[in-house]
């Protein structure tokens, strides 16, 4: 079960009086963890977060022009035919790319937890046979064995105990043989020009990702073993991709 850490109105007085109180709850955060409500309402949660970041070139400027080579290196890892699984949509066509990657047999699911950002992803995505737009916790994910698991910069947005269950949930979602792919923030190298920038970006607005220069992704899981674990550094180490691929 996840955490009571969100505006959940569960467990609390009658059923009379919960039934009252969820009247009140703002629509836009309803179900959404603290920190999101907290940190990042400003980039999802409201409407207008659309309207500024929704673009591709938006995307791309945010992470300094490396979209396309990020996003690419992730449909290298998928087949037509296969089940994905997308922890958390994204801004821009990525969810759109995969499916291409999947084709017309594969399967895609996105679990998605802010109410803008589902109804965002499903104008995207349409009423496709074979796609799912999950209203849910990254965290705790459907059940089910999918080829691929995806974790688009998501890591980097949730606070510690998070990650951990992130990666461990994705970790438990991949079948024999398939893959889960974190593509992240990571240490940029020391002479980095953009280093001081990003330590400036993430201490006034993302409190849960600089945490990623120093610790590794495959750290958060509570039992790595019985995955291969790979990992390659962009951009002058700004960026990561870890691929865990369950031994089959
Ligand atoms: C994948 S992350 C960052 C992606 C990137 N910055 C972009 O261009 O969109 C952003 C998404 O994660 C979602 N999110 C955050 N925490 C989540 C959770 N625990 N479960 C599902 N979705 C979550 C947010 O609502 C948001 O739509």
Redesign the pocket.
Known sequence: MPPDDSNSLVCRGTGIAIEAEADHVDPLIKG??G??RDV?RW???EPFALTV??HQA??SA??WGN?HRLARSVLEELHQGQRALQ??????P?SLQLLEALGPDGQLDV????P??IA??RRLLGDRPNVRVIQ?????PPEGAYDAVI????L???PED?KT??VDAALARVAPGGRVIFIDYHGPARLHPLRPIMAAVFALLEPFARILWTREIESYASESRGFRWHKRTFFGGLYQKVVAERIG
């Open positions: 959404v963890p920190y999101l990042y980039a999802y949660l970041f929704d938006m995307v945010i992470l979209y922890l958390a949509s994204v801004y821009g990525f679990v998605e937890i802010a803008v950002q965002r992803c849910g916790d990254a965290a705790y974790s688009f910069f998501l980097h947005e949730v998070y269950r992130i």
